[in-house]
Each structure stands twice: as structure tokens, then as C-alpha cells.
């Protein structure tokens, strides 16, 4: 959700993820993508929260859904960044959202797709997410 032009950029902003505490979750096409130790603990504080339906999990679903989703946001930024030429190698997922650190080329035109991509995505996945 949160996009970053590299690393360096997110050094020094609080709302970036803590760079200790995250682990290698896997690597897909030469992007890594880690995960942050407190997204278990809010997904544990996800578990059956579903009020209407107690203990059916529903809740663990719908926060695997929204992490899924925002897996598939944050490589909308990264293909998107590959594709104009850009570097991006890494992606943190932790439970305020997503960072793709990408490094699109000094161009107008690439940093606007890098960013757009990312929503773009979203914007792709409405017609599957409509149940
Ligand atoms: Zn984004």
C-alpha cells in the first residue's frame, strides 16, 4: 500500500516497516517478500473475531484475503517498476499494509506506472471480489 522510491527512502519514516523482526516469506520472479513478526499477532487477534458467525475463522479468512490482496498490490508495483526498466527487488508485508521498494528510472512516465500499478491491481480484482 505504501510505496518507497528504495530503501533508504524508508529509513526514517514511522510508518515504514522496522527493518528487524522481518523474515524471507519467499521469492517470486526475483522479488523478495518478507514478513513482518507482527503480522501473525494480528492475525492471531483476527481469529473468529467474526461476530455474526463466532468461531467459524471467518475473520482469519478475510485477513488472508486482504493479505493476499495486498501481496498482489505491492508486485503491481514492483512488475510495473521491472517493466520501465526500474529495480525492484523487495517487497515487506506487515499488518498496516504493504511496502514495495522499487527504483523506477528518473522518468515521469516510469514513476507513474510504478505507483499506478500498484492500485491498478485493485482496480483489476474488483469484478472477482464482487460476491
Ligand atoms: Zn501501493
Request: hydrophobic content about 50%; overall charge positive.
Amino acid at each position: 500500500m505504501l510505496l518507497a522510491r528504495n530503501a533508504a527512502a524508508c529509513e526514517n519514516q514511522s510508518s515504514c516497516p522496522p527493518n528487524k523482526g522481518r523474515f524471507d516469506f519467499f521469492r517470486i520472479a526475483g522479488v523478495e517478500v518478507f514478513l513482518h513478526w507482527s503480522w501473525f499477532v494480528v492475525a492471531a487477534g483476527n481469529y473468529g473475531t467474526r461476530p455474526s458467525l463466532p468461531l467459524t475463522g471467518l475473520g482469519s479468512a478475510e485477513y488472508l484475503a486482504l493479505f493476499l490482496i495486498v501481496i498482489l498490490h505491492e508486485f503491481g508495483h514492483a512488475l510495473a517498476c521491472r517493466q520501465v526498466g526500474g529495480r525492484a527487488d523487495k517487497i515487506v508485508l506487515w499488518p498496516l499494509g504493504g511496502l514495495a521498494f522499487v527504483e523506477p528510472p528518473p522518468r515521469a512516465s516510469a514513476m507513474l506506472w510504478s505507483i499506478a500499478a500498484g492500485p491498478l491491481v485493485n482496480v483489476a480484482l474488483l469484478p472477482l471480489l464482487r460476491f
